[in-house]
């Protein structure tokens, strides 16, 4: 079965840390480009982070440089995101989500698969 | 604040049709990608690149683009399209990916 399955999500307080995880299945998963997109309860979607299908190269929104970090294991078909230094503002459901194309060279913007996400709240 | 600017709200009487607009500088050099969101759901890609639509989408659902906007264009539209439409571009730059700030449709 094809799907994205995120964990890692629960209650930290303002300068502390978690790490998500998407477990994927159903594709191959070295071949595409991956995301986080987050969204904060009745807002918009956000784009945080991508990392290239290949773990080569990361890119992330401004908000998070420095914060957060991408990686991803292709012997496990999994994504990783690390987030440190957490901010009340980052309070969101977190997908994780695939790239359309198969090994994309530049970094996709259209994603036709999305976990059913994971909340993170940071509150004290 | 998002640089991808979108309708807050649009309604459509059952079986019309209706056009969502997305605009942004981006899109002078990129195509758009539009979601669908029901209340309590993951998003689901809806259409990408020039006018590709995925598997299982329907053929009532079109995309175009010219200069800085995008348009989602549903023909015939049916009460299952209500929902929350987002649209998505990579930045100018190419080192950011954008969002709109989500278009409500609403089917009368």
């Known amino acids: 079965q094809v799907q994205l399955l995120e964990s890692g999500g629960g209650v930290v307080q303002p300068g502390g840390s978690l790490r998500l995880s998407c477990a994927a299945s159903g594709f191959i998963f070295n071949n595409y480009g991956m995301h986080w997109v987050r969204q904060a309860p009745g807002k918009e979607l956000e784009w945080v982070g991508f990392s290239r299908f290949d773990g080569s190269k990361e890119s992330y929104r401004d908000s998070v440089k420095g914060r957060f970090t991408l990686s991803r294991d292709n012997s496990k078909n999994t994504l990783f995101l690390q987030m440190n230094s957490l901010r009340a503002e980052d309070t969101a459901v977190y997908y994780c989500?695939?790239?359309?194309?198969?090994?994309?060279?530049?970094?996709?913007?259209?994603?036709?698969?999305w976990g059913q996400g994971t909340v993170v709240i940071v509150s004290s | 604040s998002s640089e991808l600017t979108q309708d807050p709200a649009v309604s459509v009487a059952l079986g019309q049709t209706v056009r969502i607009t997305c605009q942004g500088d981006s899109l002078r050099s990129n195509y758009a990608s539009w979601y669908q969101q029901k209340a309590g759901q993951a998003p689901v890609l809806v259409m990408y690149g020039k006018n590709n639509r995925p598997s299982g989408i329907p053929d009532r659902i079109s995309g175009s683009s010219s200069g800085s906007t995008a348009s989602l264009t549903i023909t015939g539209a049916q009460a299952e399209d209500e929902a929350e439409y987002y649209c998505?571009?990579?930045?100018?730059?190419?080192?950011?990916?954008?969002f709109g700030g989500g278009t409500k449709l609403t089917v009368l």
């Open positions: 989500v695939k790239d359309v194309q198969v090994a994309p060279t530049a970094m996709g913007f259209a994603y036709d698969l």
């Open positions: 998505n571009s990579r930045s100018s730059s190419g080192t950011q990916v954008l």
